[in-house]
Nanobody
């Protein structure tokens, strides 16, 4: 499985960004697609996850502000981020977890929230 993320950038507090991630390869094996983030000096953390069965999970810190969506074929996942805060600044990574219990990661995309 290969994952390609895009959509990061610089945005002012209160602004919005939309991240996209395209999956390719053994897409049939993907059970979930997710977004993680890692801020400077901090551990990588789960932001949101969408499963093949339709379940959606969010970190408490982004509930009500971020929305994850995936297409039915599990070949793309999106993260709509609204009302962004400086503490959302991080490198965001697309993640795919397969039926074989293996994680795949895309290259990160930097999101900077600053005035």
């Amino acid at each position: 499985v290969q994952l390609q993320a895009s959509g990061g950038g610089l945005v002012q507090p209160g602004g919005s960004l939309r991240l996209s991630c395209a999956a390719s390869g053994s897409i049939f094996s993907i059970n979930s697609l997710a977004w993680y983030r890692q801020a400077a000096g901090k551990q990588r953390e789960l932001v949101a996850r969408a499963t093949r069965s339709g379940n959606l999970d969010y970190a408490d810190s982004v509930k009500g502000r971020f929305t994850i969506a995936r297409d039915n074929a599990m070949n793309a996942v999106y993260l709509q981020m609204n009302n962004l805060k400086p503490e959302d600044t991080a490198v965001y990574y697309c993640n795919g977890w397969t039926m074989y219990g293996r994680d795949y990661w895309g290259k990160g995309t930097l999101v900077t929230v600053s005035s």
